[in-house]
């Protein structure tokens, strides 16, 4: 087994002087020796903060030079990092911290956040700011730049238990806040071996890595940027995704690798700088979060000169099957190097498996190093997803004759929009807050660049409601922004079964018939 920390300071004796990481806000980067002296550094500043082994310390940040520091120098310290999704609203980013009894937090310099943050930390407990201090500065905080303290104070790097806690990464439930994963150290390996056996990735410091996917989610920090920093290559911060800069990077530096969600490749394509020779260098190119529209990865695939994998996970149970090649083909998907897979009966017990050629979900193998250990302090949600050592996925599957498997779609409701997974109860509960909302239901509808969009559908009274208003009312809302509709349709009735539910599937395929009468 090897740490985060491990994998880091094991490059720096491989390649100390080559350059392991580069800002893209200011002109600075870190050598590896640097980089590990600046995590000591770092870690000595927290530890004299107060932030022991074992702690729980929430980040909520963005992609940032910072945030990388952050998560290795907690992690050297043996405390727990929680990677909070930045995108949330500061309402559930105190209720997350509270909830999971955090020691602390690293947070942007963001008033509503820092306030909120403060009101749930125990008193004297290290809040930190990155990208500047807060403006009417809260008493307490203090600025992450000012957190290096001198190493030679730091306890000696102590080997965690491999069962312990490393990370926490958060993923949405279907309703109310989102879940934290418990990561463990054992885990790490695993979650990067994929990079090589299935991606292409070979070791070696020609590797220069785009950071497009967020580090708070489970791909960015382990695929991404540890696969970078693990395998001695160089890895790119990118603190704010414009597609405009994302090439002039590629080019300039020569970025060999990509790990994006759809949506980057589809922004990366429509951006007016956009030319296939100034995206010669990128060997590598993998997406995950969703599968890639047909026409997208045509378009993706006549743009790249590179080997294109698609990878399909979870944060609890990381890559479970991939698609090498996936250029004009069906969504037909492999089991990964670590990964066993089975389709069980819809609604039917784990050990119920089906035929090849019926539809089932698709169960995973939980005893592989990569997977989670539980859900933080909801022990029952655990039970609920891990049954007799296999992980229900929620995703519906097919086993082909050839062994392989098709991906079909959900078992539940659940939309995925740009790799984010939203669940259609949160946001009705919002909608129905307005007074001419009488009834609402929300679906997914297929997208060019998000792959799904959040529809709402609606009856009305009074009236169809000005949709800027609705639009309104949501961003005020404590709803994070990318959940948000992103079209409304206004109905006289919403299907609804005997027992006077909802039937979403229904509007869906509504919806279908409507798109399809559109064409
Ligand atoms: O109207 P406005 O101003 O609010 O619109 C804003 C945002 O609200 C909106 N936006 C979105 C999304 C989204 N996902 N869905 C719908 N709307 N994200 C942002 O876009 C407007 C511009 O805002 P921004 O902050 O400038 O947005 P971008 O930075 O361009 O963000 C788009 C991205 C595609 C970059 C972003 O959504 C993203 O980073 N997506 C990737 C998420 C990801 O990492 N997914 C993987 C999660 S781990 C689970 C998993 O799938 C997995 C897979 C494999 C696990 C393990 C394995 Cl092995
Ligand atoms: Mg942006």
């Known amino acids: 087994m090897q740490t985060t920390f491990d994998f880091v300071r094991l490059a720096a004796t491989r390649a100390p002087d080559h350059c392991a990481i580069v800002d893209d806000r200011i002109e600075r980067s870190l050598t590896y020796l640097q980089l590990v002296d600046q995590i000591e550094a770092v870690a000595a500043g927290f530890s004299s903060l107060g932030i022991n082994a074992g702690d729980i310390v929430a980040t909520c940040l963005g992609n940032s030079y910072e945030h990388g520091l952050a998560l290795l120098a907690l992690e050297r310290l043996g405390a727990i990092p929680a990677l909070i999704n930045a995108r949330l609203k500061s309402d559930d980013v105190g209720r997350l911290i509270e909830q999971g009894r955090m020691a602390g937090a690293i947070v942007s310099a963001d008033e509503s956040i820092v306030a909120a943050v403060k009101d749930v930390l125990p008193n004297s407990a290290p809040l930190m700011t990155v990208g500047g201090s807060v403006p009417g500065s809260i008493p307490g905080a203090t600025e992450f730049e000012s957190s290096p303290g001198p190493a030679e104070n730091l306890a000696s790097y102590a080997r965690p238990d491999a069962e312990a806690t490393a990370f926490i990464f958060y993923t949405s439930g279907t309703t109310g806040l989102p879940k934290g994963v418990e990561i463990p150290h054992r885990a790490t390996d695993s979650r990067m071996l994929y990079m090589s056996t299935q991606c292409g990735l ?20 382990y695929s991404v940027l540890m696969a970078a920093l693990g395998l001695d290559g160089t890895y790119y911060v990118c603190s704010d995704f414009s597609p405009g800069a994302a090439i002039e990077t590629i080019e300039s530096e020569g970025i060999t690798l990509l790990y994006g969600a759809p949506a980057h490749f589809h922004g990366i394509l429509e951006a007016p700088n956009f030319a296939p020779e100034k995206v010669a260098s990128v060997r590598n190119l993998i997406y995950a979060g969703s599968a890639m529209p047909g026409p997208l990865l045509d378009r993706v695939d006549a743009a790249f000169d590179a080997k294109i994998v698609n990878i399909y996970g979870t ?19 492999r089991p990964g190097f670590y990964s066993s897979v089975r389709v069980g009966r819809l609604g039917g017990s784990v050990h119920d498996e089906v035929d090849a050629g019926v539809d089932g979900e698709l169960l995973v193998d939980a005893s592989s190093d990569a997977n989670f250990t539980g859900y933080l302090h909801r022990p029952e949600e655990t039970i609920e997803k891990v049954q007799d050592g296999w992980y229900r996925t929620g995703d ?18 659940m939309i995925n929009s740009g790799g984010e997974n939203i ?16 009834e609402c239901s929300v679906i997914g509808e297929p997208d060019e660049k998000w792959g799904e969009i959040v529809v709402a559908c609606l ?5 169809e409601p000005d949709q800027a208003a609705l639009d309104r009312h949501l961003r005020a809302s404590p709803l994070a922004d990318y959940k948000r509709p992103r079209k409304y349709r206004f109905l006289k009735e919403l299907p609804k079964n005997a027992a006077n539910k909802v039937l979403r599937r229904l509007l869906r395929e509504q919806a279908a018939e409507m798109r399809e009468d559109v064409r």
């Open 202 to 221: 070979v070791h070696g410091t020609h590797n220069k890595v785009l950071g497009l996917m967020p580090m708070f989610h489970v791909v960015g920090f």
């Open 459 to 463: 009856v009305v009274s009074g009236g």
């Open 423 to 438: 669940y259609p109860e949160d946001i009705e509960a919002v909608l129905l807050q307005m007074d001419n909302v009488v």
């Open 315 to 333: 944060t609890e149970i990381m890559n479970a099957l991939y698609m090498a090649d996936p250029v004009g083909r069906p969504l037909t998907y």
């Open 396 to 413: 519906i599957a097919v086993k082909r004759d050839d062994g392989d498997y098709d991906l079909r779609g959900r078992v539940d409701d």
